[in-house]
């Protein structure tokens, strides 16, 4: 018997089981991306046995996110329709913002409307950041080019607005947008599990799978002092969106009475009002959508809010306000309780 061919086999059959070994033996662990975008920052961390995202590639997608949708760029999209081209052709970042603002423009009754860019750059929160009072005039002079019943996606993708002077601002939405726009880039990548957070805006995917839990974030306290990072609450989330609106650093106490208060737009009356609800934190299913309702009902009532919650049971709701007697308040809708994270 010829043993050469068997020590062959064998040697091969060895080499073989041990690369598979190698292979199995390639576990999850954690990969981190970390950057600069839109102003703030943003971080991503998800789950693989290997890297599968490079930041050079999130870089890419979130510049290309800031010339369609971005006032702050002079040669984005959105500036070159707010300057007037009605020629240009938007693309699909436009287009999903546009129709999502849409929807919840009607389901708010105009409380929530991007075309306000007008009334924010007059009083100075846009990118002049020039802050002054308005007169009644003034804004009644502005007030006729707001509302998005006065604009229009056209069936070849450019934007008619009955008013030249009407300025989109979707600054409310987009960001939430760019989290699922990040978030579906990492799905065509084969991810599945990760979180994804720009300028405190955030999306779940799956599960924290390496520690066998669901992701665990946290809620600031709106009335946290400069210097402080505090949370209000704890959560755990799995495939939701999340945002959270509400001027943290910028709760006004009066003088005089103590009352605390966050000063917002009203995109209906023009005015630079006052509202109890110092921040409102939406869970949805995607990220443009908590964006958009957290930012609509800093502008409405508990009330009002709740009759938004009954048509629409996906959605997830804490708000903290002022009560009459000057302390703060939580309101958790019904389906907000099972996601409060409870220490084992």
């Not at 292979?23 to 599968?52: D, M, P, R």
């Not at 002079?74 to 546009?98: C, P, Q």
């Not at 002092?225 to 799995?238: N, S």
């Amino acid at each position: 018997m010829d043993i050469k061919p068997f020590y062959s086999f064998f040697l091969f059959f060895f080499i073989f089981i041990s690369c598979q070994d190698k292979k199995e033996a390639v576990t999850n662990q954690f990969f981190y991306i970390q950057g600069e975008a839109q102003g703030s920052t943003y971080s991503i961390k998800y789950i693989a046995k290997e890297e599968l995202v490079h930041k050079n590639e999130i870089d890419s997608l979130l510049t290309a996110f800031d010339l369609s949708l971005s006032t702050y760029r002079n040669d984005s999209k959105i500036s070159k329709i707010n300057a007037g081209d009605s020629t240009v052709i938007v693309d699909k970042l436009f287009v999903d913002t546009f129709k999502t603002s849409r929807d919840i423009y009607n389901e708010t009754e105009g409380l929530f409307d991007p075309t306000i860019g007008v009334l924010i750059n007059a009083y100075g929160f846009g990118p002049n950041k020039k802050h002054k009072s308005l007169s009644q005039k003034e804004i009644d002079s502005l007030l006729q080019y707001v509302g998005f019943d006065k604009v229009k996606l056209e069936p070849n993708y450019t934007v008619s607005k009955k008013y030249a002077q009407t300025y989109f601002d979707f600054n409310a939405i987009a960001q939430g947008y760019s989290v699922d726009v990040v978030a579906n880039f990492l799905k065509k990548k084969g991810i599945s599990n990760g979180i994804i957070e720009i300028g405190g805006e955030l999306l779940s995917m799956g599960e924290n799978s390496i520690d066998n839990k669901k992701w665990v974030v946290g809620i600031d306290d709106p009335l946290q002092k400069p210097d402080e990072r505090k949370l209000i609450e704890t959560i755990a989330i799995k495939d939701l969106g999340m945002a959270t609106s509400g001027n943290y650093r910028k709760v006004i106490v009066d003088s005089v009475t103590g009352e605390k208060f966050v000063h917002i737009v009203n995109p209906k009356t023009g005015k630079n009002e006052k509202n109890a609800i110092l921040s409102a934190t939406v869970l949805a299913p995607t990220c443009i959508e908590a964006d958009g309702y957290a930012t609509a009902f800093m502008l409405m009532s508990i009330e009002q809010i709740e009759i938004i919650l009954k048509e629409h049971k996906e959605l997830k709701v804490m708000l903290l306000y002022v009560d009459k007697e000057n302390k703060m308040q939580r309101f958790y809708s019904e389906n907000f309780a099972s996601l409060i994270f409870k220490k084992s």
